[in-house]
């Protein structure tokens, strides 16, 4: 574990923006940031624009550059008026500080402004709008019951104002993340490369370079050392050799050293091996087409109990979401869950429930519990309607990173993980110490957790299916000269 030393100081105990940000993004590119060893716009990406250009803002809207001054934005903020360009903010009995984007003032309300690049909301969107919301409050004129932020996004080509109301969930995940972020800063994080724009970049490339010059073949999905061995055999080094090379001939030459590969195997080991060259993701079979309604699953689940603990859905209908989580804490509730996901599936006939490894995790576990409650006929059809996104990019996408976990597909295409849990092992034992509390409010509070921790999936498994679709397709598969 990489680890600070010496006396942790008082100003250390105060939380940027910035580092709510790039932790959020990923905890191992926030430790380089926190110890100099990255810029800011390395760890989280360049600033914001400020004021998007065809945002359909009603009223008087203020661009500063620079700041405004203090004593003239204590005027501003009582005013009726919109302003992007804020200065640097502080919350003393909160220890954060940072600017929000922009500040909807609204008299004295102080509304946060978020300005992004994507369609729907998501998750770290809320946190950051809470985080901006709790900055805010030192400076509002009068106490507001109902917390709010305005988020701005990208959908036909223009810039809409969306209304976020923000939860009591929502401030908790940030208290409990700026705690977080207080810890790391003691402690420093656990080194995990992920597929980050930071990690793929700036952090990889120190890794890569030091694996290429030793066992570069393994950088590629399914490529373990064994094989690589094999390919050796027959003069195939470095991903470069493998572009370089025939596939026939390379077939016939590894089938002699008693590998068996066919030209189709290696057409994709070898587009894997030209994304690391570019730089970019290769699409090189047609992705899943399923119209604009469609709906997202993802569980939770306890293998040896056995229990689904969280079936959480995503009910897509165009730029529409509709987030849905059924929780269990007994079997009782579980087959109350599996009856209402029966409902929602029948109400929503012909749509495809999109999955990431759901043919060997969800359905087998959506499987064995229907059976034990006497519910074999209740997900008729759903096996028809299912699309396994995994099962898609396994024979037809690849990404420079050596595997395809939803975490690192995700993150390549900008999807920012606002969970501090890591995967699905801790969300089980976060989930055990649930079961565990006697207080109603730390159960409520894991609960939470454990919700956005699903959510975060659904929106990554949501995002990267619309990713994957506004990809163009490379040539044919079965074209074997080389590259």
Same mark, same amino acid.
């Given at each position: 574990?990489?680890?600070?030393?010496?006396?942790?100081? #008082?100003?250390?105990?105060?939380?940027?923006?910035?580092?709510?940000?790039?932790?959020?993004?990923?905890?191992?590119?926030?430790?380089?940031?926190?110890?100099?060893?990255?810029?800011?716009?390395?760890?989280?990406?360049?600033?914001?624009?400020?004021?998007?250009?065809?945002?359909?803002?009603?009223?008087?809207?203020?661009?500063?550059?620079?700041?405004?001054?203090?004593?003239?934005?204590?005027?501003?903020?009582?005013?009726?008026?919109?302003?992007?360009?804020?200065?640097?903010?502080?919350?003393?009995?909160?220890?954060?500080?940072?600017?929000?984007?922009?500040?909807?003032?609204?008299?004295?309300?102080?509304?946060?402004?978020?300005?992004?690049?994507?369609?729907?909301?998501?998750?770290?969107?809320?946190?950051?709008?809470?985080?901006?919301?709790?900055?805010?409050?030192?400076?509002?004129?009068?106490?507001?019951?109902?917390?709010?932020?305005?988020?701005?996004?990208?959908?036909?080509?223009?810039?809409?104002?969306?209304?976020?109301?923000?939860?009591?969930?929502?401030?908790?995940?940030?208290?409990?993340?700026?705690?977080?972020?207080?810890?790391?800063?003691?402690?420093?994080?656990?080194?995990?490369?992920?597929?980050?724009?930071?990690?793929?970049?700036?952090?990889?490339?120190?890794?890569?370079?030091?694996?290429?010059?030793?066992?570069?073949?393994?950088?590629?999905?399914?490529?373990?050392?064994?094989?690589?061995?094999?390919?050796?055999?027959?003069?195939?080094?470095?991903?470069?050799?493998?572009?370089?090379?025939?596939?026939?001939?390379?077939?016939?030459?590894?089938?002699?050293?008693?590998?068996?590969?066919?030209? =189709?195997?290696?057409?994709?080991?070898?587009?894997?091996?030209?994304?690391?060259?570019?730089?970019?993701?290769? %699409?090189?079979?047609?992705?899943?087409?399923?119209?604009?309604?469609?709906?997202?699953?993802?569980?939770?689940?306890?293998?040896? #109990?056995?229990?689904?603990? %969280?079936?959480?859905?995503?009910?897509?209908?165009?730029?529409?979401?509709?987030?849905?989580?059924?929780?269990?804490?007994?079997?009782?509730?579980?087959?109350?869950?599996?009856?209402?996901?029966?409902?929602?599936?029948?109400?929503?006939?012909?749509?495809?429930?999109?999955?990431?490894?759901?043919?060997?995790?969800?359905?087998?576990?959506?499987?064995?519990?229907?059976?034990?409650?006497?519910?074999?006929?209740?997900? =008729?059809?759903?096996?028809?309607?299912?699309?396994?996104?995994?099962?898609?990019?396994?024979?037809?996408?690849?990404?420079?990173?050596?595997?395809?976990? %939803?975490?690192?597909?995700?993150?390549?295409?900008?999807?920012?993980?606002?969970?501090?849990?890591?995967?699905?092992?801790?969300?089980?034992?976060?989930?055990?110490?649930?079961?565990?509390?006697?207080?109603?409010?730390?159960?409520?509070?894991?609960?939470?957790?454990?919700?956005?921790?699903?959510?975060?999936?659904?929106?990554?498994?949501?995002?990267? %299916?619309? #990713?994957?679709?506004?990809?163009?397709?490379?040539? #044919?598969?079965?074209?074997?000269?080389?590259?």
């Amino acid at each position: 574990m990489d680890s600070g030393s010496g006396q942790f100081p #008082a100003a250390r105990q105060w939380v940027d923006k910035i580092d709510l940000t790039a932790y959020l993004r990923c905890p191992y590119a926030w430790w380089h940031l926190e110890q100099g060893l990255l810029s800011s716009e390395e760890a989280i990406g360049p600033a914001g624009d400020g004021l998007p250009e065809h945002a359909a803002w009603e009223g008087r809207v203020e661009v500063f550059d620079p700041p405004p001054a203090p004593k003239e934005l204590r005027r501003l903020f009582s005013e009726d008026v919109r302003l992007f360009g804020t200065p640097t903010l502080e919350n003393v009995a909160q220890k954060i500080y940072g600017a929000p984007q922009g500040v909807d003032a609204d008299s004295g309300a102080l509304w946060p402004i978020k300005v992004g690049s994507h369609r729907n909301v998501r998750r770290a969107d809320r946190l950051e709008l809470a985080f901006d919301w709790m900055l805010l409050e030192p400076y509002r004129f009068y106490g507001v019951d109902e917390p709010t932020g305005w988020l701005v996004l990208e959908r036909d080509g223009r810039s809409v104002p969306v209304e976020v109301d923000l939860s009591v969930s929502d401030f908790e995940q940030v208290e409990a993340l700026l705690d977080e972020i207080r810890r790391a800063k003691r402690t420093g994080v656990k080194p995990r490369i992920c597929g980050c724009p930071t990690c793929r970049d700036p952090l990889r490339d120190r890794m890569r370079r030091k694996r290429r010059n030793r066992k570069a073949l393994t950088l590629l999905f399914g490529m373990g050392r064994g094989r690589a061995v094999a390919f050796e055999k027959v003069g195939v080094f470095s991903l470069e050799d493998l572009e370089a090379r025939d596939l026939q001939t390379l077939t016939d030459e590894l089938r002699d050293v008693g590998v068996s590969a066919s030209p =189709d195997r290696l057409a994709e080991l070898r587009f894997h091996a030209q994304s690391y060259r570019e730089g970019r993701a290769i %699409l090189f079979s047609p992705p899943p087409t399923l119209g604009g309604s469609f709906i997202a699953l993802d569980l939770e689940y306890d293998a040896f #109990a056995p229990l689904i603990w %969280l079936i959480g859905l995503y009910l897509i209908d165009d730029d529409r979401c509709e987030h849905v989580a059924l929780w269990a804490d007994d079997a009782a509730a579980e087959q109350a869950n599996l009856e209402r996901l029966g409902e929602l599936l029948d109400s929503r006939p012909g749509q495809p429930v999109v999955t990431w490894a759901g043919a060997s995790a969800d359905l087998p576990q959506l499987r064995n519990a229907c059976k034990r409650f006497g519910l074999s006929d209740l997900l =008729d059809g759903l096996e028809e309607r299912h699309v396994d996104l995994y099962a898609s990019a396994r024979h037809g996408l690849r990404l420079p990173i050596p595997e395809l976990a %939803l975490g690192d597909v995700s993150a390549f295409f900008g999807v920012v993980k606002s969970s501090s849990i890591n995967d699905g092992r801790e969300a089980q034992m976060l989930f055990t110490r649930y079961l565990s509390r006697y207080s109603h409010r730390m159960r409520r509070r894991i609960r939470n957790e454990l919700i956005a921790y699903n959510l975060d999936d659904l929106e990554a498994l949501v995002e990267t %299916l619309w #990713a994957i679709q506004d990809l163009p397709i490379e040539q #044919a598969r079965l074209d074997l000269a080389p590259l």
